[in-house]
């Protein structure tokens, strides 16, 4: 029971405290997740996000999923999944009945505009990251040049994306392993 309430706690602490989606929260799951309690490895949760892309609905909510799942089974999916959302649900709650009031407010303007400043560069800072823990080779840098051309100049989904990075990705490692084996001989 105590690991399910530290479960909760540590998703709701990492809901309540991150501005801006998925990508904007990596750098406080990393300390919560990987510091903190040492659930996952950073390995880990660059494969948690990307699995989280493929799967449909929130990254943030698919990535406590799958930790959660990891952890304790389909309860502690179930209790790492309410605490992220939980504090969404209440703070939205108590947004739509103050901000009919207050939104016309400049004071809330420019804080919400600070708090998207801020976002930017939580997300940078998670690209930096993922920069230097998933790019490991010439194949990992000509997959994100290709990757990154395909989905910010077509409208072709990042799932398909991924999962064509994934292919590429497997195919390379596969044929570079084939020739390191064939050197041997």
């Known amino acids: 029971m105590k690991e399910l309430l530290e479960l909760f706690c540590a998703f709701f602490k990492i ?16 300390k919560e997740i990987v510091e903190n309690h040492r659930w996952s490895t950073k390995d880990d949760i660059m494969d948690y996000f990307a699995v989280g892309q493929c799967t449909p609905g929130v990254i943030a909510v698919n990535t406590a999923t799958f930790i959660g799942f990891y952890q304790r089974g389909i309860i502690g999916a179930i209790i790492a999944t309410l605490g992220v959302i939980a504090p969404s649900l209440i703070i939205i709650s108590l947004i739509a009945v103050l901000l009919q009031n207050f939104a016309s407010l400049p004071i809330v303007a420019h804080a919400l505009s600070g708090i998207r400043v801020s976002v930017c560069v939580l997300i940078l800072n998670s690209v930096i990251k993922f920069w230097k823990n998933g ?47 064939g050197s041997e001989k």
């Not at 809901?15 to 990393?30: D, S, V």
């Not at 990154?148 to 570079?176: D, M, N, W």
């Open 15 to 30: 809901g309540a405290f991150t501005f801006g989606g998925g990508y904007a929260m990596l750098p406080m799951l990393e």
């Open 135 to 181: 790019i490991k080779d010439s194949l990992g840098v000509i997959i994100f040049l290709i990757s990154l051309a395909i989905a910010t100049l077509t409208h072709i989904s990042t799932v398909f994306v991924v999962i064509g990075a994934g292919i590429i990705g497997f195919t390379g490692k596969k044929i570079k392993l084939a020739k390191e084996k």
